[in-house]
């Protein structure tokens, strides 16, 4: 089968490339230079607080199953998320496979939302974390598949200096190496980047595996709320949720519906 991540990861690299030669970096990080003391709010002290901890995803688009809602808008549906008991919102940003802008997060801060968003791409190179920081996120997702771990190290070190949070995203058991590293947030993704197989099992097979008294957070596959239920009692602090909620007529509605089934 073929992986799909190295297809992904192979156009993004060309992808940055050409964002760089329409905004040369040095204008890029002249522009952030301006914002970078203006604080987000943390991500990661919202999940630690929230008895529900919920990452409702903003996903228009994935490249195993086309549009999901091709017709979704930024200015309504993230403030939408919030305004039904979201911890956090993630907002997908790569366009070619998930249909995604930077500019959705602008547009959803201009909406009124103001609890944090996650920049969620695949980030290959620190340009990128700039963007995230222009654009209004509060935290970038960092994918242990797609990075050496120097690399990684290279990257949460210039996010935390932009005033960024991390959520590094670990798939098996090869990649906890990386939470070493310490990022603000340790994610489990049940979702294989390669073949796009989920299993939330996934989740509570490597949960013990992660250092104790850390943010966890539990990502893809989550569709119940005995789920979430049942991952909170394997350590988990967040969990990122989005097709569940995008594929439904109102997802802010489906949100507030689920939340009110976990009863916590």
């Not at 992904?8 to 940055?16: G, N, S």
């Amino acid at each position: 089968m073929k992986d799909v991540l190295d297809e992904i990861v192979a156009h993004k690299r060309l992808e940055v490339a050409a964002f760089k030669e329409q905004l040369p970096p040095s204008r890029l990080y002249q522009l952030v230079e301006g914002i970078v003391e203006m604080p987000q709010p943390s991500m990661r002290q919202a999940l630690l607080d929230s008895p529900m901890g919920i990452i409702a995803e903003f996903k228009r688009k994935s490249p195993s199953k086309g549009w999901i809602k091709e017709e979704g808008k930024a200015n309504e549906i993230p403030l939408s998320y919030q305004k039904n008991g979201a911890s956090a919102i993630s907002i997908l940003t790569d366009e070619k496979y998930f249909g995604g802008k930077d500019d959705f997060i602008k547009v959803a801060r201009e909406s009124g939302v103001t609890i944090p968003i996650l920049y969620k791409n695949f980030i290959i190179d620190e340009y990128q974390l700039f963007q995230a920081r222009l654009c209004g996120a509060s935290a970038v997702l960092l994918i242990a598949a797609d990075l050496s771990l120097v690399e990684c190290k290279s990257l949460i070190r210039l996010s935390h200096e932009l005033g960024l949070e991390v959520l590094l995203e670990m798939h098996e058991e090869r990649e906890l190496d990386y939470a070493e590293l310490e990022p603000d947030m340790y994610g489990i993704n049940n979702r294989n980047l390669g073949t796009f197989v989920t299993d939330v099992q996934n989740s509570f097979r490597l949960a013990s595996r992660l250092p104790n008294d850390v943010c966890k957070v539990s990502e893809s596959g989550i569709s119940h709320p005995d789920t979430v239920k049942m991952l909170k009692m394997a350590g988990f602090n967040g969990f990122l949720i989005g097709e569940n909620f995008m594929r439904t007529d109102n997802p802010g509605q489906s949100l507030q519906e689920f939340i009110s089934k976990l009863n916590i």
